[in-house]
């Protein structure tokens, strides 16, 4: 009876501001158990108000009740809105996640890296007290390399939860030997309303220079908590194990951990902080570590132009168990990234957001031969929709 005593509510055009909050609160609580009932109660709200924050959760509505071609549609309508920084975020997440259902998401860049294969700017090293001269067998000039990221899922069984996944990532240089691959599927649970939760189990596999680098089963979980003013917070657990088919020693177990919170400050204006861990057993006691690492970032919008800018800055730390058997010492190891990138908020190019990304990276080591600094940008592509 509650939708049928609304709609003439609504053509009775007297519903108070209070009692469109009430109503609209009532949605979001019906998003997680009866996503089609959201659906009918945002269209009316809609309707009444006309505001993007409704058409918002009715996109959402639409989305999690699995009806995508109407929810692509209504996404792509918000992205055309004057919407604040965040929620633009949130649209262009769940588009990604539409476009990997429907078919398949991508990324494509086209970069410069001034040290693609972390080499150390050391000539000198010191290896049990003596002291001797460092000639690297690699090309140490800055390359060029394509990036390429490819994405997609299907949903087991309609209105399930359960996803299976793949994810792809390259980078290719002009030197064969820095080149990496990584893929990864998984199997994921999803329990997704006004908040997100999943659980995965996955299995990755890297390539570096044409052989495979390490293979990783893993489990991970991951929480996202939305809150009424557009900020979010959350947590992720990853752990599995590690298995180096060229580096023995390194085989272990890994688990890795953070926290992250997301302000929006103004319309305009966010802020962003992660703080994360891991901890990596190796076979060898003198390869096991402990890193942390912490994070803060924002992003910063202009109206007139539609321009986006986005900085983040990390420091990180990684301490090992013993000396290293080569080296003669204890490793410790501390670096730090600085990342900005700037993109036109409202220019898509056939679905492609284009952004100019440079990231700064630099990790001093008590062993200096670990020790290295790098440079890397370019512009990129994202496959929005």
């Known amino acids: 009876m509650a939708p049928f005593l ?3 509510l609504a053509k009775s055009a007297s519903l108070s501001e209070d009692a469109i909050q009430r109503r609209f609160e009532e949605g979001v609580a019906l998003m997680s158990s009866n996503p089609e009932e959201a659906i009918e109660v945002f269209k009316i709200l809609y309707q009444i108000t006309g505001q993007t924050r409704v058409e918002l959760e009715l996109a959402r509505s639409l989305f999690l009740a699995g009806n995508l071609a109407d929810a692509r549609a209504q ?10 920084i965040t929620v633009r975020d949130k649209v262009e997440y769940y588009l990604s996640e539409i ?13 410069q ?5 972390y080499v150390t700017s050391a000539r000198t090293v010191s290896i049990f007290g003596q002291t001797l001269n460092y000639q690297p067998a690699q090309n140490t000039n800055p390359e060029l390399g394509l990036a390429v990221a490819l994405a997609a899922e299907r949903e087991i069984v309609p209105q399930s939860g359960y996803f299976a996944q793949i994810n792809a990532n390259t980078s290719t240089f002009q030197t064969s030997a820095f080149n990496k691959q990584d893929i990864d599927a998984s199997l994921t649970k999803r329990w997704q309303g006004y908040d997100y939760k999943d659980l995965k189990a996955g299995y990755e ?3 570096y220079g044409g052989y495979v680098l390490y293979n990783f089963p893993y489990l991970a979980t991951r929480f996202v908590f939305n809150r009424p ?11 599995g194990t590690l298995n180096y088919p060229q580096y023995t020693y390194l085989n272990g177990t890994q688990t890795q951990a953070n926290v992250f919170y997301n302000y929006n400050i103004t319309r305009n204006l966010s802020a962003y902080a992660e703080l994360g861990g891991d901890s990596t057993i190796a076979t060898q006691a003198a390869y096991s570590s402990r890193g942390v690492y912490g994070t803060l970032g924002t992003q910063i919008a202009e109206d007139s132009t539609q321009l986006q800018a986005t900085l983040k800055a990390s420091r990180l730390q990684r301490n090992y168990w013993q000396s290293d058997p080569f080296w003669g010492q204890v490793r410790q190891d501390s670096g730090q ?12 190019i056939l679905g492609l957001r284009p952004s100019i990304d440079i990231t700064y990276q630099t990790n001093n080591s008590s062993i200096p031969y670990f020790s290295y600094n790098k440079v890397f940008g ?8």
């Open 6 to 8: 609304f709609v003439g």
């Open 229 to 239: 003013n557009q900020d979010y917070y959350g947590f992720m657990v990853k752990g």
């Open 75 to 84: 996404f792509i309508d918000v992205l055309s809105k004057p919407i604040p």
């Open 99 to 111: 476009q990997k259902r429907q078919s398949l998401k991508f990324t494509v860049g086209l970069y």
């Open 337 to 348: 990234i600085y990342f900005f990138s700037v993109t036109k908020r409202d220019f898509y």
């Open 378 to 385: 370019g512009i990129f592509f994202t496959n929005v929709y």
């Open 113 to 117: 890296d001034s040290n693609p294969g």
């Open 205 to 207: 596999t890297m390539y």
